[in-house]
């Protein structure tokens, strides 16, 4: 289906309108008129983009500015913002590759951080063997904070069962949870206790909630240098300035938005009672449901859901996302639609 404007609460498929569930646009910051004059406003002061490398003579303010907010919203050291939220896994992943280092992946953990040669975290629903025994080792175990086709933040009590032996680096993708999740939708890394660590880093695509173009890596300030002397960090240009900018000047638009979405989502879930082929939770804007045939049915009552091939997922995902932008009449047309 091709639409030829940005695909709001509404979109409009061979001159018919619909209903539009999808996207990852939770905090309707894409449409949002005060944030996009934000960054019109922001543009005007550094431009549509800025193609030079970070570690060029001429450096921009905005950049540490912006990285320190993400640092003491996320609750690290220091923070670095790269141009995709893919670009961030893949300089950690590239960076942690280069020592004599075991991977592990959660089940389902996204493409952005699964190196090629990671192991398994669990074999037939059982820690691998491997962090069980008293051998000596570091690892790494890559993780997504809230996975794919799940409505929860992921538990980290696996970390209490691997042996003390194992020197742990735990890396999580918080690009479906930052701006979401916690009190200031500061995402989960806080919240992960420490005491089996040797180091947290956290990824994230700023796209989603966020509704940046960028990603952002937050760790320790030593790796966050390591990670700002990698070859592909010098010679890759940054995030965009123009949108930083405009993330800085507008926090309080997103407070604003998330009680919004908190609002909608009491909404749609008050007296909402759906049947087992559904997976949801009422302090998260996403419905999953595995009916074969689910997106057609709601497509046949005037509404679009996200439906694809997900990589990490047997069959098609079907995803209903609720966003800022849905109107009351909106969520009451929904809500009707899946109670059959």
């Known amino acids: 289906m091709i639409v030829n404007e940005f695909p709001d ?58 990285e320190q907010l993400f640092s003491k919203q996320i609750g690290t050291e220091d923070s670095v913002s790269v141009s995709s939220g893919t670009l961030a896994g893949k300089l950690v992943l590239d960076y942690l590759s280069k020592f004599n280092h075991t991977f ?17 975290l669990f074999v037939n ?26 409505v929860k933040p992921t538990s980290f009590n696996f970390l209490n069962e691997i042996s003390p032996q194992k020197k742990i680096t735990l890396v999580i993708d918080e690009s479906h949870s930052l701006g979401l999740i916690g009190e200031k939708g500061n995402g989960v890394f806080s919240k ?3 005491r089996n ?37 010098i010679s890759s240009s940054g995030a965009n300035p123009a949108y930083l900018e405009a993330y800085l000047l507008s926090q309080d638009l997103f407070k604003s938005q998330r009680q919004k979405l908190k609002d909608n989502l009491e909404f749609l879930f008050k007296g909402l009672e759906l049947s087992e082929v559904f997976k949801y939770d009422i302090n998260y ?15 046949k009552k005037g509404i679009i859901i996200t439906s ?18 849905h109107k009351q009449e909106d969520l009451i047309k929904l809500k009707r639609a899946l109670q059959k």
């Open 197 to 233: 660590l040797c180091r947290k880093i956290m990824i994230s695509s700023l796209g989603k909630a966020l509704g940046l173009s960028g990603g952002i890596i937050a760790a320790d300030k030593i790796f966050i240098d390591a990670i700002k002397n990698e070859p592909v960090f």
């Open 9 to 66: 609460r509404e979109i409009v498929i061979n001159d018919k309108p619909y209903l539009y569930f999808g996207g990852t646009s939770y905090l309707g910051m894409s449409t949002h008129p005060v944030f996009q004059d934000r960054i019109t406003q922001s543009i005007k002061k550094w431009g549509t983009s800025y193609g030079s490398s970070r570690n060029s003579n001429i450096k921009l303010s905005v950049y540490d500015k912006a």
């Open 285 to 299: 804007p996403v419905i999953y449901c595995s009916e074969e045939n689910f997106f057609d049915n709601l497509f």
């Open 104 to 120: 592990y992946h959660y089940p389902k953990t996204h493409t952005a951080i699964l190196a090629h040669h990671s192991l398994p």
């Open 308 to 325: 694809f091939n997900y990589p990490t997922y047997k069959g098609k995902m079907n995803r209903i996302v609720i966003s800022v932008n």
């Open 125 to 150: 629903g059982k820690l691998h063997s491997n962090l069980l025994n008293s051998d000596c080792e570091d690892i790494i175990i890559t993780v997504d904070a809230v996975l794919s086709l799940e």
């Open 192 to 194: 992960i206790p420490d």
